[in-house]
């Protein structure tokens, strides 16, 4: 199956319930908090360097679904925080995955100095391992970091 990263600038405009769904059948609310957050207009993913990103088939179908946020946790505004970041079961460990994330870190790194993200699964873990981040929790909401040293 062929997939495709796209950025998303009106979360209206796509069907993610299947997304919504299948999240909060694992216990896991964040997808449902991206969706009230963007109908409330809390978080739009619209300030300087933010993007929300998903991942599509051939069919339009969303398979994924990611953002990258100015950090709230810290005055920098150069530190960036993953957010609200989803794969559907189905699509698990195809790449689906590593290419949202390595699309918004792509993304990321010309806005932000460095990406932040907590989570509290091994699964989790080891995924953003893989994908460059390092497990880093001295900060009380932070268990991975990842540092752009070229950003100025």
């Given at each position: 199956?062929?997939?495709?990263?796209e950025?998303?600038n009106?979360?209206?405009?796509l069907?993610?319930?299947?997304?919504v769904?299948?999240?909060?059948?694992e216990?896991?609310?964040?997808?449902?908090?991206?969706?009230?957050e963007?109908e409330?207009?809390?978080?739009?993913?619209?300030?300087p360097?933010?993007?929300?990103?998903?991942v599509?088939?051939k069919d339009?179908e969303?398979?994924a679904i990611?953002?990258?946020?100015?950090?709230?946790?810290?005055?920098d505004?150069?530190?960036?925080?993953l957010?609200?970041?989803?794969v559907?079961?189905k699509?698990?460990r195809?790449?689906v995955?590593?290419?949202?994330?390595?699309?918004?870190?792509d993304?990321?790194?010309?806005?932000f100095?460095?990406?932040?993200?907590?989570?509290e699964?091994?699964?989790?873990?080891?995924?953003?391992?893989a994908?460059?981040?390092?497990?880093d929790d001295s900060?009380?909401e932070?268990?991975?970091i990842?540092r752009?040293?070229?950003?100025e």
């Amino acid at each position: 199956m062929e997939y495709f990263v796209e950025r998303v600038n009106d979360l209206h405009v796509l069907d993610i319930e299947q997304l919504v769904q299948e999240s909060e059948r694992e216990g896991y609310r964040f997808v449902t908090r991206l969706v009230t957050e963007f109908e409330d207009g809390t978080n739009t993913f619209s300030k300087p360097g933010e993007g929300l990103f998903c991942v599509v088939t051939k069919d339009a179908e969303v398979v994924a679904i990611g953002g990258i946020n100015e950090s709230s946790l810290t005055q920098d505004r150069d530190v960036a925080r993953l957010q609200r970041f989803y794969v559907l079961d189905k699509v698990r460990r195809q790449g689906v995955g590593t290419m949202l994330t390595q699309s918004i870190i792509d993304y990321a790194k010309d806005h932000f100095k460095e990406i932040t993200v907590r989570t509290e699964s091994a699964k989790a873990d080891a995924f953003y391992r893989a994908c460059g981040f390092e497990f880093d929790d001295s900060a009380s909401e932070t268990t991975h970091i990842m540092r752009f040293d070229d950003k100025e």
